[in-house]
């Protein structure tokens, strides 16, 4: 594949303060440039379209990112957290992480001790991020380093040392509450093929035996209901890791039967209507930089024999995409171009994966290209913030989208009335039943936990939706909580009651496990 042609592009290419094609081109909104970026010092205007009960509505906010925002992950107290570390530019020394926060939609950013840049990032089980490596050099070889975030204190603390670097690593957290750790290169630039577990409680990093053999970069994992770890992508010979003897078992190959380098992949729904039955959707990337694919397969993970089938194709082929869980459990899936690192070449349209249909749909359509180390990530409120975009080296797209879903409206184009949780325990235990307070009661058709996200490099590391039972009764739903770690591994969830016609309230954080 063409992954060495990538980099031999990110190591070579010139630094150019400049602006991106599409930034360029939105010339009534006054900008200031840092560092190649545009940073809008005015909101674009809020025009509601006719259809936006059926596409949904992507709104250009008025305060873009202040630094290149490579990985983020949303941590319980609503806010995003950003790393950029050196952002793509090696000869930047400053090395930047910020917070943002949606209520005030400004970004607050300070200095951080290691180059975070191109790292792994989960949320553990008590809410602090967890960092996974980062760049040592630009040759590229990866630290050993890790890190928690206080995000009472908005400082990182240094973790214990792995026993190798890792750059383009993945973490996974297990049903243990502890972390897996794999892939990403290590100190001297060669694949780290080992398989290494953090204990938050103990803080140790212990060893777990040696990756499957063909090892990629940021390798796309998802836990599944029986608590083994199921791979998928970006190799076409997808494998499962069980968690207690530390053997992986290969699965199935893909139909596409190539690399999906920089592709996409989503755990679906798990609802008591599926009967919790695993299927995972894998979209997009290409075998190289300039052959990209349109489609989409899908495996059955609950099958005796597991195999991938071909799924709906996307509206064009796509690569640097993003796949964002939402809480109706669609997924919103948007960005990519149909050649890596192209913004000539970009995918505008969004569009929306529909599990219960195995179609996509139109989903409006995005002001500005989202290509390498863009990110989308799903908010409290349940809408979507997109935002990077870093194709060349030293320039990177500042702007910032926000994407409001078809169930956030009317057919008239209004804004659609929304259930209130007027209130929810902080903590949960496995399959306790515990009580919602909503007025709303009679009129709520689901409820849902969704784990809040942690994304970078078109895979979201941390999302998942787990559907809940419940029943109604006056001015409170009665739920269930979910039966296991396997289900739910533990950790901070935002809990969603979406009525009869769909319509999600604002998410509250709970704590499960």
């Known amino acids: 594949m063409a992954i060495r042609s990538m980099w031999e592009r990110l190591m070579f290419a010139p630094f150019v303060l400049v602006l991106t094609a599409a930034t360029a081109a939105a010339q009534e909104t006054p900008f200031r440039e840092v560092l190649g970026h545009v940073h809008p010092s005015a909101p674009a205007p809020a025009l509601t379209p006719p259809n936006a009960n059926v596409t949904g509505v992507w709104t250009t906010l008025g305060y873009g990112s202040p630094i290149n925002p490579v990985h983020v992950a949303l941590t319980h107290d609503g806010k995003i957290l950003v790393i950029s570390g050196s952002g793509n530019y090696p000869e930047n020394h ?7 926060d949606p209520a005030t939609q400004r970004m607050t950013t300070f200095v951080i001790a290691t180059d975070m840049f191109c790292n792994g990032m989960v949320v553990l089980p008590d809410g602090r991020p967890f960092v996974i490596g980062g760049t040592l050099s630009y040759k590229f070889t990866g630290l050993k380093s890790t890190a928690l975030f206080d995000q009472a204190t908005a400082t990182f603390s240094a973790g214990p040392d792995m026993s190798d670097g890792r750059w383009y690593p993945t973490g996974t957290v297990l ?4 972390v897996m750790a794999i892939s990403g290169l290590g100190t001297t630039g060669v694949m780290n093929k080992t398989v290494e577990i953090f204990d938050p409680v103990k803080n140790i990093i212990s060893p777990a035996g040696a990756a499957f053999p063909d090892v990629q970069f940021f390798p796309r994992q998802h836990v599944l209901p029986s608590g083994k770890v199921f791979e998928s992508g970006w190799n076409p010979n997808t494998q499962m890791w069980d968690t207690s003897t ?3 078992t290969p699965v199935a190959v893909t139909q596409y039967g190539k690399d999906r ?4 992949s989503v755990l679906l729904p798990l609802t008591p209507a599926n009967g919790y039955k695993p299927t995972v959707i894998i979209m997009g990337g290409g075998p190289s930089s300039s052959n990209i694919t349109a489609t989409t397969e899908t495996i059955d993970l609950s099958a005796p024999k597991p195999a991938w089938v071909w799924g709906p194709n996307m509206v064009a082929p796509r690569i640097e995409l993003n796949a964002t869980l939402l809480p109706n459990g669609k997924v919103i899936v948007s960005g990519g171009s149909s050649q890596d690192e192209d913004a000539a070449k970009a995918v505008l349209p969004a569009e929306m994966y529909d599990p219960a249909t195995n179609a996509f749909s139109p989903a409006g359509t995005m002001a500005f290209p989202r290509l390498y180390h863009s990110n989308t990530i799903l908010l409290p409120d349940a809408t979507v913030l997109a935002l990077g975009g870093n194709p060349i080296r030293g320039a990177y797209e500042g702007h910032m989208e926000i994407y409001s879903p078809p169930y956030l409206y009317t057919s008239t184009g209004a804004l659609a009335s929304r259930p209130v949780i007027a209130s929810a325990p902080p903590n949960i235990a496995y399959g306790a039943s515990f009580a919602l307070s909503t007025t709303a009661a009679a009129t709520i058709g689901s409820v849902v936990v969704m784990r809040a996200g942690a994304v970078t490099h078109s895979f979201n590391m941390d999302q998942r939706l787990v559907g809940l039972s419940f029943t109604a009764g006056s001015g409170t739903l009665t739920v269930t909580a979910p039966a296991n770690a396997n289900l739910a591994p533990p950790g901070w969830y935002l809990i969603f009651i979406l009525d009869t016609n ?12």
Do not use: E, Q, R
Request: hydrophobic content about 40%; charged content about 10%; proline content about 7%.
């Open 175 to 178: 049903p243990d509450g502890t």
């Open 502 to 513: 769909g319509v999600p309230s604002v998410g509250k954080f709970v704590k499960i496990g």
């Open 94 to 100: 400053v090395l930047s992480a910020g917070v943002w």
């Open 246 to 248: 530390h053997v992986w």
């Open 261 to 264: 380098t920089y592709g996409t």
